[in-house]
């Protein structure tokens, strides 16, 4: 299995000025490749046919190979899941909100490309870890390689022998550039354990645990992410409409405590769904649990406008829970949540209602 590690690493002015040029090369070689295979016939969206195409297009002199491979691979791999989605959506277009569309084009303030070095372009020594840039870049910022200092938490945790990929992504709200860590970690292998744990996902009780083998019950409580995101949304709100008639104006403006209120927002909802999710999991490990059920919840929000219900991640919790126990050996089984409430003493009681 692969997991991936994130941090910022503080950045000098031209390690950040050669961050952006890298980035603004990416996006854009992503861009010329994607404008063409909308607009030109010719064009297949296939990895080994773009690398041949587009080896001798300039933005390539900017950027390694490792780099510019990533970005074509990405783009293919775009086009051939809008493919998939477009040929499912035909069959079945309930699971849509609408047809889906073609792979967009990049945008340095917004939805920059990631900058992905392989394992390949990545070297390890004295705890300072060494990307690989071209000729071009090289000559131009008088450097031989990007150099990031590596926090003593992110040696602890990592086995850096085991690092498959590094990724330079910039935070879409914060605007600021972070490191992901790609790296690989064995399974354990599955339990030959007896018990079942069911996990119920909520709002008010974020999760509710049962167990086959015995009569003990936990609840995750999920009043404190409610309230801490009801109090984050009613401030962005309040700010909003002091913004807004400062410059007089209908529309939505954003000011740095806003986006400093949303990036907090998001920070500690993650945080509390992770010490979830690990709690969930040493609870299972606690009682013995080869198997844990949960619910099929996918789309639950789709006809619900509750900001309280709709901005907290249960699907993201769900996905959560499921690495962490493979992680350690325990199976995760979906089943739909159809009528489950029905009274188990109710045998003649009619379910096609």
Same mark, same amino acid.
């Given at each position: 299995?692969?997991?991936?590690?994130?941090?910022?690493?503080?950045?000098?002015?031209?390690?950040?000025?050669?961050?952006?040029?890298?980035?603004?090369?990416?996006?854009?070689?992503?861009?010329?490749?994607?404008?063409?295979?909308?607009?030109?016939?010719?064009?297949?969206?296939?990895?080994?046919?773009?690398?041949?195409?587009?080896?001798?297009?300039?933005?390539?002199?900017?950027?390694?190979?490792?780099?510019?491979?990533?970005?074509?691979?990405?783009?293919?791999?775009?086009?051939?899941?809008?493919?998939?989605?477009?040929?499912?959506?035909?069959?079945?277009?309930?699971?849509?909100?609408?047809?889906?569309?073609?792979?967009?084009?990049?945008?340095?303030?917004?939805?920059?490309?990631?900058?992905?070095?392989?394992?390949?372009?990545?070297?390890?020594?004295?705890?300072?870890?060494?990307?690989?840039?071209?000729?071009?870049?090289?000559?131009?910022?008088?450097?031989?390689?990007?150099?990031?200092?590596?926090?003593?938490?992110?040696?602890?945790?990592?086995?850096?022998?085991?690092?498959?990929?590094?990724? /330079? !992504? *910039?935070?879409?709200?914060? %605007?600021?550039?972070?490191?992901?860590? $790609?790296?690989?970690? +064995?399974?354990?292998? &599955?339990?030959?354990?007896?018990?079942?744990?069911?996990?119920?996902?909520?709002?008010?009780?974020?999760?509710?645990?049962?167990?086959?083998?015995?009569?003990?019950?936990?609840?995750?409580?999920?009043?404190?992410?409610?309230?801490?995101?009801?109090?984050?949304?009613?401030?962005?709100?309040?700010?909003?409409?002091?913004?807004?008639?400062?410059?007089?104006?209908?529309?939505?403006?954003?000011?740095?405590?806003?986006?400093?209120?949303?990036?907090?927002?998001?920070?500690?909802?993650?945080?509390?769904?992770?010490?979830?999710?690990?709690?969930?999991?040493?609870?299972?490990?606690?009682?013995?649990?080869?198997?844990?059920?949960?619910?099929?919840?996918?789309? /639950? !929000? *789709?006809?619900?406008?509750? %900001?309280?219900?709709?901005?907290?991640? $249960?699907?993201?919790? +769900?996905?959560?829970? &499921?690495?962490?126990?493979?992680?350690?050996?325990?199976?995760?089984?979906?089943?739909?949540?159809?009528?489950?409430?029905?009274?188990?003493?109710?045998?003649?009681?009619?379910?096609?209602?």
């Amino acid at each position: 299995m692969r997991l991936s590690f994130k941090f910022k690493p503080k950045l000098s002015h031209k390690q950040l000025v050669i961050i952006n040029e890298l980035a603004w090369h990416c996006s854009k070689l992503y861009n010329t490749v994607n404008y063409q295979i909308k607009n030109n016939k010719d064009v297949k969206a296939v990895y080994t046919e773009l690398e041949t195409r587009y080896k001798n297009n300039w933005h390539n002199d900017y950027l390694h190979s490792h780099n510019r491979q990533q970005a074509l691979k990405q783009l293919a791999k775009d086009w051939k899941s809008f493919f998939y989605s477009l040929k499912d959506y035909k069959k079945n277009p309930q699971k849509y909100k609408g047809q889906p569309g073609s792979p967009n084009f990049k945008h340095m303030n917004s939805n920059s490309c990631e900058i992905i070095f392989t394992n390949l372009a990545v070297r390890i020594r004295d705890n300072k870890l060494l990307l690989s840039l071209s000729k071009k870049i090289q000559s131009k910022y008088n450097v031989k390689a990007l150099n990031f200092e590596l926090p003593e938490a992110v040696q602890s945790i990592i086995d850096l022998d085991a690092v498959q990929q590094i990724k /330079i !992504k *910039q935070d879409h709200i914060s %605007k600021k550039w972070y490191l992901l860590i $790609i790296y690989k970690v +064995k399974e354990a292998k &599955e339990s030959k354990k007896s018990n079942i744990m069911a996990v119920d996902l909520g709002l008010d009780n974020l999760a509710v645990l049962t167990f086959k083998d015995n009569s003990d019950c936990y609840i995750i409580n999920g009043k404190t992410i409610k309230s801490k995101n009801s109090y984050f949304n009613k401030e962005i709100a309040r700010l909003q409409s002091i913004r807004m008639r400062q410059l007089a104006t209908s529309k939505i403006r954003d000011t740095k405590r806003i986006k400093y209120l949303r990036l907090k927002r998001r920070n500690y909802i993650r945080d509390y769904l992770h010490k979830a999710s690990c709690k969930i999991v040493d609870l299972a490990i606690e009682n013995q649990v080869e198997t844990i059920v949960i619910g099929d919840i996918k789309n /639950i !929000k *789709q006809c619900s406008k509750l %900001k309280s219900f709709v901005q907290i991640p $249960i699907q993201r919790l +769900k996905k959560l829970i &499921e690495y962490k126990a493979k992680l350690k050996g325990i199976k995760v089984v979906e089943i739909d949540e159809s009528y489950t409430s029905g009274c188990t003493k109710a045998f003649n009681f009619n379910y096609a209602r």
